[in-house]
């Protein structure tokens, strides 16, 4: 059987698509763009629920359309492909990698326990450059981390009471739930935030560094293997073995550098409004923000093609 693929595209998107399309590809979507008298897409789709499009194509339309997404990409258009396996494992073995800061949640956690301490732009500064790839991350690790010494304890209440979940990932967890898909979160941040995160999701785990404190106040010290951009594709690839999982099972969602060796191992790479070091590695690109993009590219809602 000839490889398939689901292509996923964002209603708001499908004009700019259109010069980048394969004609075939076009043609199925053409019922699906408005008139050439709206202005803003997004208008045409007046209490539209679902944002995004998915259809299935062929090798060729997909190497196609392989062919031009970082082109895309470059012009925040969101666009996935992932590849539909005829020999892949029943979809309860799938299981998703998720990076948890700018990813799972709106915030960088270690940038919102700089805030209550009155640190933030310091912090900011150097976790933009270490997600951009500029700065190495184990550097910018404990460089945030000494401006964190002497932190209270008593804080991180009120630091998780203000993190906030991105758009559609609750909705995502909730299928992939009823789907049997596996879902675990490797952070570069802190397991004092992604434990409770996890379990709040239903997900299956959450792997992270753990803070110390002593009397109350921040050490400067975390425990636990550092979770680089190595140490998350260790902890996928150690798990993967673990539920004897190969990389076509395998998916890896997130935002930045630290994200990108988990990526390049995984069998579906997903970039949530990715940093352009990803580019290379990523299969799908999520600009538009809502994650039940995943939901279409691993194969759930409505196929326009049918």
């Not at 800061?101 to 915030?107: I, K, S, W």
């Not at 301490?117 to 000494?146: D, H, S, Y």
């Not at 991180?156 to 789907?179: D, H, K, Q, Y």
């Not at 992604?194 to 010290?221: D, Q, S």
């Amino acid at each position: 059987m000839p490889d398939a693929f689901n292509l996923v595209v964002c209603r708001n998107d499908l004009l700019a698509l259109q010069g980048h399309l394969p004609a075939s590809v076009r043609a199925r979507l053409r019922d699906n763009i408005p008139d050439s008298k709206s202005h803003v897409l997004k208008e045409s789709f007046p209490g539209e629920e679902d944002p995004f499009l998915s259809l299935k194509i062929d090798a060729a339309e997909a190497a196609a359309v392989d062919g031009v997404k970082h082109a895309l990409f470059d012009a925040n258009v969101t666009v996935g492909l992932a590849r539909i396996y005829p020999s892949a494992a029943p979809p309860r073995q799938r299981t998703c990698f998720f990076d948890m800061d700018a990813t799972v949640v709106a915030q960088e956690s270690i940038v919102e326990l700089a805030r209550a301490v009155g640190k933030e732009a310091e912090v900011e500064a150097i976790t933009r450059q270490a997600m951009a790839g500029e700065t190495p991350f184990r550097a910018a690790l404990e460089k945030r981390l000494a401006i964190l010494t002497g932190m209270p304890e008593a804080l991180l209440p009120r630091v998780e009471a203000g993190i906030t979940i991105n758009p559609g990932m609750e909705a995502f967890a909730r299928w992939a739930s009823a789907a049997g898909i596996r879902c675990y979160i490797v952070s570069g941040g802190f397991i004092e935030f992604a434990g409770p995160l996890a379990r709040r999701l239903g997900f299956a785990g959450a792997f992270a560094h753990k803070l110390v404190f002593e009397n109350g106040r921040f050490t400067g010290r975390i425990e636990g293997e550092v979770v680089d951009s190595a140490g998350k594709a260790a902890i996928v690839r150690r798990e993967s073995a673990r539920l004897g999982l190969t990389p076509e099972n395998v998916v890896a969602i997130g935002d930045g550098a630290n994200d990108l060796e988990m990526m390049q191992w995984a069998g579906l790479a997903v970039g949530y409004q990715p940093k352009r070091v990803l580019f290379p590695a990523i299969d799908a690109a999520n600009f538009h923000g809502d994650h039940r993009m995943l939901i279409r590219l691993l194969g759930g809602g409505p196929d326009i093609s049918k």
